[in-house]
């Protein structure tokens, strides 16, 4: 017999037996690609997670795995959730992309979330975040505090969410101040706090006084407290032990809302499959409490080109706006449509050094 | 007072017999450990060990023993040829690494090109990329007596690094949106490495694996070479007035080692895997180490120590889904069953004598 | 690119900061070998030492008793690792292995609840007149206490080994453990001793990049600075200065590449990023050609079969 029709099968028997939990339960699953404790990316998916039963209560039971690898192992686990009655499954990395098509192929019936991937089936489900918004702001904050004019950027992958991050901040910071530059490390992780803080320790030896992350621990904050005069911002989640010293604001990671949506729409029977990208307009990108350390009239511009970005009446990409070699991207007045963005693969004008290859 | 008094001949039954006890010692000191994080040690036990093998979804669960078990299984075979003859190969994580960046970047070459010879020479690849790789740690050690373990080591990382570099630039998806990570092959009919006995969990590598059981069996008990290698282990002394060549050990030891872990690497990620990622690699080349002290270094001691352990890994999983056990504890788990199995082994060499003490 | 970005006082004060926790493991790793125990496990001490210190700090708010509690718990995991090797006579190389094993499982269950805490600070050194001299005051003079921690213990083993009677012994025991046995030493005892030493100084140096380097706690984060503190031994041909000079090696080419980085130098960042380990490795091999050799009790199993 084959594994699918096997594995359909026995979802399906279990659905209509009686099983461990009570009939009317919605079963959600998470799978975790890092530590529930990490402070930051998976921290913030698990609180999505806690405001889901915070939400319904009885009438939902939540599951999660945490520090799932990519590949055959969060495919197994996924697979588990499946077989143990989960009815939607949160699966949280971009690289568990292809597992969870592989495995929504083999449960037609369970519905799936995958956070930044770009494959979509039937009961499938995309979902991410507009992140560069966040950045625009930071890049329009960082400008104008910045007495050096360099601004340390700290790079995970040079995949297109992080060069859309670095764009979306320069864009900003030399709108506000034609002379900055940035310069940038790439540390090749998501999470490695003793590889940040040696990043921010060099980007700040080197003359930065303004730490911009793209990497989820607080370790380049403690390094910019350390540094005594750097100024940084919380990366995913709010990071705000650091209030008092370098953070000055920071881009959260605000998963609850859509997950509270993406459940009731599963328990009410609408859930269709669809490709989420959201702001700060749907409250998916949360902007962190600007400090006082901020000078007034900055802190009010900021908060004014929030508002702007959330009702939409502003994009953070418009032009004019030229690539890194000189090329026109976008005219006057003219915004970045979403599949541009999607794939970003270039600087634009006036960034130095390549894109690593 | 008790004294250890070393046996003329390593006890056979004790030899069958310390591996379980060392079971039974982890089983009683893990569910003292789950008794501690407040889970009911019992049913934490039986979710690892029995619900994989016997348990509701078993039929699932069964096939994964093998997919998981498979690589571990096909690099133990290969270091504990080299761990006999006291050849350290600590590095076969990147052997597996590069292993499984040649052989995909020979099958994604020829992508999308169909042909019956694609997955051959993938599998040639795979198998000169660790072995290549072996070769460095391997060619020192015989030059100059670098130390292999060191060598074998730092390799590991700049395997790492290696994959990265492939993950975002040479085997880059051109149709991945910009994304690292190569093309996934399970899409690539050619190049997958597909079950052969759909169901069953059974793919080439795992075939491979029991091949190499056999195999390691056959030259160990009955080639030349073999001898060679058990000799030079048990009476090193005895190895140099011999025929033995250390030369030709050390290079045959480390280079099939690193093919073998090549192996691995090409045919997890043509399969389970699926696609060249920076994070691909998850910890095999290490874990391997510890099946192949668990199986005492024996081509079916291995067999089952390798199920054995990824009995572990699956039985942890479904722990952590069900019962809240965080993954510590699982690692912390599998590092006490090596510790009792080393400790317990001390009574397979000695033997524990009761000594009067004499009046003066 | 702009190399005239890179601040050579600033690099090698970064370079002392970064050898330190290598320096302290490499150290304490090479009076084990010289006693003739070989014992893989360092990674795991390291990072049992740096929760150990890490909960101890926030428990307690001193960053001091941090420290101590991370070199007992350093070699109380050592201990294990003694009990296996010198008791149980287990095969040493597995024997480390296990411990790396145990330990990283180990600290990882310890310190689930303190992921993400912000320990308090180290303070740092502050001569009044010498601290601010512009070039030396930078590399010399402003650093925490463990960094020159690190340098006295250095001095401290090579005195020892060299000088003292405790030394002389301890190397016997490395050099021919039966012979050392029949002229009466407590071979076992000596080596449970050095075992232990070496897991307090690894356990010192985890605690060092949870306490001072990061300062964070997160599951795995010594990311192998115990196996580079094994290979500083051997590239010290176990001579104790020599420890030193490498482990400032390679805290200066991780330093540095990160620098050339940030300065933007064109070469890709994964080639960079091999760079301390390719010169670990051909630093390893000139000095495989160096006549010193190891402790020729090195690894060997000790029964006392009298």
């Known amino acids: 017999m084959k594994l699918t029709h096997l594995l359909a099968t026995a979802a399906v028997a279990l659905g209509m037996a009686t099983s461990a939990f009570a009939e009317d339960k919605t079963k959600v699953g998470f799978v975790y690609v890092g530590p529930v404790g990490d402070g930051g990316w998976t921290y913030e998916h698990n609180k999505g997670r806690l405001a889901v039963e915070a939400e319904f209560g009885d009438k939902v039971e939540t599951v999660f795995v945490e520090s799932v690898p990519e590949g055959a192992d969060a495919e197994r686990v996924m697979t588990q959730m499946a077989l143990q009655g989960a009815d939607l499954i949160f699966t949280t990395s971009f690289g568990y992309m292809d597992p969870t098509i592989n495995v929504a192929k083999k449960f037609p019936d369970v519905k799936f979330e995958h956070a930044t991937g770009y494959k979509t089936a039937e009961n499938v489900s995309v979902y991410s975040a507009r992140f560069y918004e966040g950045r625009a702001i930071q890049g329009h904050i960082a400008g104008n505090m910045t007495e050096s004019n360099i601004i340390g950027y700290i790079g995970s992958f040079p995949i297109p969410e992080v060069i859309r991050g670095i764009n979306s901040a320069f864009i900003h910071a030399r709108k506000v101040n034609p002379d900055v530059e940035f310069k940038i490390v790439w540390a090749y992780t998501w999470f490695d706090p003793a590889k940040e803080a040696d990043a921010a320790k060099v980007l700040i030896e080197q003359g930065a006084d303004v730490i911009l992350q793209h990497t989820d621990s607080t370790a ?74 901020v000078p007034a009239n900055v802190k009010a511009e900021a908060l004014a080109m929030k508002a702007a970005l959330a009702d939409g009446s502003y994009h953070a990409f418009t032009g004019p706006i030229n690539k890194q070699d000189g090329s026109a991207w976008l005219a006057e007045g003219e915004t970045a449509d979403d599949g541009t963005l999607a794939g970003m693969n270039f600087y634009v004008e006036g960034i130095e050094g390549e894109i690593p290859q | 007072m008790f004294k250890l008094e070393k046996r003329p001949q390593p006890s056979k039954a004790f030899a069958y017999l310390t591996p379980i006890l060392a079971i039974i010692a982890t089983m009683i000191a893990g569910g003292l450990l789950f008794m501690a994080l407040g889970k009911n040690p019992f049913e934490a036990i039986r979710t690892i060990f029995w619900d994989p093998l016997f348990g509701e979804f078993a039929f699932y669960y069964r096939p994964q023993l093998l997919v998981k078990g498979g690589p571990l299984i096909l690099i133990a075979i290969g270091l504990s040829l080299g761990f006999r003859a006291g050849i350290w190969n600590i590095g076969a994580e990147g052997q597996y690494i590069v292993g499984a960046i ?71 998806n051109p149709d991945g949106h910009g994304f690292p990570g190569s093309r996934n092959l399970k899409d690539y009919p050619s190049a997958f490495n597909d079950e052969i006995i759909t169901g069953s969990g059974m793919h080439w590598g795992v075939l491979t694996a029991f091949i190499a059981v056999i195999f390691a069996y056959i030259l160990l008990n009955r080639h030349m070479l073999g001898f060679s290698i058990r000799l030079t282990g048990e009476a090193p002394r005895a190895a140099k007035f011999s025929s033995v060549n250390p030369t030709r050990l050390i290079l045959f030891c480390l280079g099939m080692s690193g093919a073998l872990a090549g192996l691995a690497g090409m045919f997890e990620v043509s399969g389970p895997a699926g696609q060249i990622s920076i994070d691909f690699n998850t910890g095999y080349g290490f874990t391997a180490i510890i099946v192949a002290f668990l199986g005492r270094l024996h081509p079916v001691g291995i067999l089952f120590a390798g199920l054995l352990m990824a009995l572990t890994y699956i039985g942890g999983e479904i722990a952590q889904a069900n019962l809240g056990l965080p993954a510590a504890a699982i690692q912390l788990f599998q590092g006490m069953l090596l510790f009792f199995l080393l400790a317990v082994d001390l009574l397979t060499n000695y033997s524990i004598k009761r000594v009067k003490t004499e009046a003066l | 690119m702009d190399l005239s970005a890179i601040n050579p006082a600033l690099l090698i004060a970064s370079l002392l900061v970064a050898a330190t926790p290598i320096l302290l493991a490499g150290i304490g790793e090479l009076v084990v070998e010289r006693a003739g125990v070989l014992n893989l496990g360092v990674e795991g001490m390291m990072i049992t030492g740096a929760i150990c210190g890490f909960m101890a700090t926030i428990i307690t708010g001193s960053p001091a008793l941090g420290f101590v509690f991370a070199a007992i718990g350093g070699a109380a995991l050592s201990f294990l690792f003694a009990l296996l090797t010198q008791y149980a006579l287990a095969n040493q190389v597995a024997s480390g292995l296990a411990l790396t094993l145990f330990g990283l499982g180990l600290s990882s269950l310890l310190g ?195």
Request: aromatic content about 10%; charged content about 15%; overall charge neutral.
């Open chain 3, 112 to 306: 689930q609840d303190y992921v993400g805490l912000k320990p308090p600070s180290t303070p740092k050194l502050d001569i009044p007149i010498l601290s601010d001299l512009p070039f030396l005051g930078t590399v010399l003079f402003n650093h925490d206490a463990i960094v020159y921690l690190g340098i006295a213990l250095v001095a401290a083993v090579w005195a020892t080994l060299k000088y003292t009677r405790v030394g002389l012994v301890l190397r016997a025991v490395g050099e021919n453990h039966d012979a050392a046995h029949a002229l009466g030493y407590k071979v076992v005892r000596i080596r449970v001793l050095a075992i232990m030493f070496g897991g307090a100084c690894a356990g010192l140096g985890g605690a060092y990049i949870s306490l001072i380097r990061v300062p964070q706690w997160t599951e795995g984060m010594t990311a192998g600075a115990g196996w580079i503190a094994l290979a500083l031994v051997v590239f010290a041909s176990w001579k104790p200065w020599r420890v030193l000079l490498g482990a400032w090696l390679f805290g200066g080419v991780t330093v540095l590449q990160l620098n050339l980085q940030a300065a933007g130098v064109a070469i890709p960042v994964e080639y960079l990023s091999m760079s301390p380990y390719i010169i670990t490795i051909l630093v390893l091999v000139i000095m495989s050609a160096d006549k010193s050799r190891a402790p020729a009790s090195l690894g060997r199993i000790f029964h006392a079969s009298s």
């Open chain 1, 220 to 293: 380049p904050l403690a390094a910019a407290a350390a540094a005594g005069n750097v100024v940084g911002f919380g990366q995913a989640s709010d990071m705000a032990e650091f209030k008092d010293g370098p953070r000055v604001s920071s881009i959260i990671d605000d998963w609850a809302p859509y997950y509270i949506a993406r459940t009731k729409a599963v328990m009410d029977g609408t859930w269709e499959t669809m490709s989420t990208w959201d702001g700060i307009g749907a409250g998916m990108v949360g902007i962190g409490e600007i400090t006082d350390k």
């Open chain 2, 102 to 172: 040649c052989g995909a970047g020979v099958g994604l070459a020829f992508y999308p090109m169909e042909a019956w010879y694609i997955f051959p020479l993938m599998i040639t690849a795979g198998a000169f990329g660790g072995w290549a790789w072996a070769m460095i740690p391997a060619l020192l050690k015989v030059k100059f007596q670098t130390n292999e373990i060191l060598v074998s080591l730092m390799l590991v990382y700049v395997a790492e690094q290696l994959l990265a570099s492939m993950s975002l630039g040479l085997l880059k």
